[in-house]
């Protein structure tokens, strides 16, 4: 079987804890008389929580070992003593998952900034001691409250890498040579086309510490729409970035032409979703170090009517320039200034009772025992 190292779906069941339940003992001191109840509470169940990292950048994890159960509270006990909370289940996601509910397709949740924590499974409430029941006309009480079930769902997460920029180009333009220019992302970088198999982040870091986190996906090739080459597929992973950065070999190495390229990438994309073609594209012209580049340039501008921003990615040439026009386009807020908070959609609970359900300590008995 092939390896698979990038999963961009995976259907996951996922159970908070379940509150403890209450304790109905009584205390039992040698000196004292009708000790009276002392049942303490139970704990709260463990809540399952996602967080954001820009460090992952697949849900492969989630894909082989997709069940996500937090702890159980702990049941109260005597002399008033609270049950322990069940343990919180924290689970770290790349940024740009989406929760979705797979009966209706609906997003519940959304985790997109680093850092970024989202409660998707609440555990239940402790239940209450029979401490909590004493009265005047009931010295004695056997009753207590069992803990609260905790939520349960089956979820289906989807990955859309997210990135400011998203690079487009045909195999072989270098489109994984120029994010390795300018970011710290080592992609694999091969004279065949379809070397890229995965989306790949890199993040461009200024000198005042902005950042500009740029996306590399596999190559497109004409018909991708209809699924030729790796199909448009990847395309989804740049459908958020702001701006859209056509990326053309204008040496032609492969024996197509720039101009014929970018129109073939503005073709695809249009089909994919006519949308990200109204964000800002900044178009590159790579490999400007190779012979005939430089006459290719001039007809390219001329026939697509737009300027290109000329680079070599192999020398360095024009890397500068492409750094300040991405800087220019984002226009990234450097730290300090930032604000972005994540953003999680509430949802309701599909099954937890609004309150409390008393059962005496016998019936409870009883129906454990029934159960068994
Ligand atoms: N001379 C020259 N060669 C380059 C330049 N940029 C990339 N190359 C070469 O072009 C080939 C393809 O580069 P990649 O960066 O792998 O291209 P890619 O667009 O990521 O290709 P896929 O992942 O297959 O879509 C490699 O052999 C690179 O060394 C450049 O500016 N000048
Ligand atoms: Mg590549």
């Known amino acids: 079987m092939k390896e698979r190292q990038f999963v961009d779906s995976a259907t996951v069941y996922v159970r908070a804890g379940r509150g403890g339940d209450g304790s109905a003992s009584f205390r039992r001191e040698a000196h004292v008389e009708f000790g009276g109840p002392d049942g303490g509470d139970g704990g709260r169940g463990g809540d399952v929580i996602l967080v954001g990292s820009r460090h992952e950048d697949s849900l492969i994890s989630l894909f082989y070992s997709p069940k996500l159960v937090a702890g159980n509270g702990e049941p109260g006990r005597s002399q008033q003593m609270y049950g322990r909370n069940g343990r919180n289940l924290v689970v770290k996601v790349p940024c740009g998952t989406s929760v979705i509910d797979p009966e209706t397709d609906e997003v519940v949740f959304d985790v997109v900034e680093d850092g970024a924590e989202v409660v998707i499974?609440?555990?239940g409430r402790g239940g209450w001691g029979n401490v909590h029941f004493k009265s005047a006309t009931n010295q004695a009480p056997?009753?207590?409250?069992?803990?609260?079930?905790?939520?349960?769902?089956?979820f289906r997460f989807e990955l859309k890498v997210i990135a400011e920029i998203g690079l487009v180009g045909f195999p072989n333009a270098g489109k994984s040579s120029l994010l390795s220019a300018i970011s710290e992302a080592r992609p694999k970088i091969g004279a065949y086309p379809f070397t890229t198999l995965n989306p790949i982040i890199g993040t461009v870091v200024y000198n005042d510490f902005a950042q500009v986190r740029v996306a590399d996906i596999p190559g497109i090739i004409e018909g991708a729409h209809e699924g030729v080459g790796l199909g448009i597929d990847f395309l989804k992973h740049i459908?958020?970035?702001k701006v859209l950065m056509f990326v053309v070999d204008c040496a032609g190495v492969d024996g197509r032409t720039p101009w014929d390229d970018y129109r073939a990438l503005?073709?695809?994309?249009?089909?994919y979703d006519p949308e990200m073609l109204k964000r800002p594209t900044v178009l590159v012209a790579n490999k400007i170090d190779l012979p005939g580049a430089e006459a290719n340039l001039a007809r390219l501008e001329k026939?697509?009517?737009?300027k290109a921003l000329a680079i070599s990615a192999a020398d360095g040439a024009g890397?500068?320039?492409l750094r300040a026009k991405i800087r220019e386009t984002v226009r990234p807020v450097p730290p300090g200034g930032a604000t972005g908070r994540a953003t999680a959609s509430g949802r309701k609970p599909r099954s937890r009772p609004d309150s409390h359900e008393e059962v005496s300590a016998e019936k409870f008995a009883k129906a454990t025992f029934l159960q068994l």
């Open 142 to 154: 056997t009753k207590f409250i069992p803990g609260e079930e905790g939520e349960e769902f089956t």
């Open 121 to 123: 499974a609440k555990g």
């Open 319 to 321: 890397l500068d320039a």
């Open 303 to 306: 026939t697509v009517r737009r």
């Open 239 to 241: 459908s958020r970035a």
């Open 266 to 271: 503005r073709d695809e994309i249009r089909r």
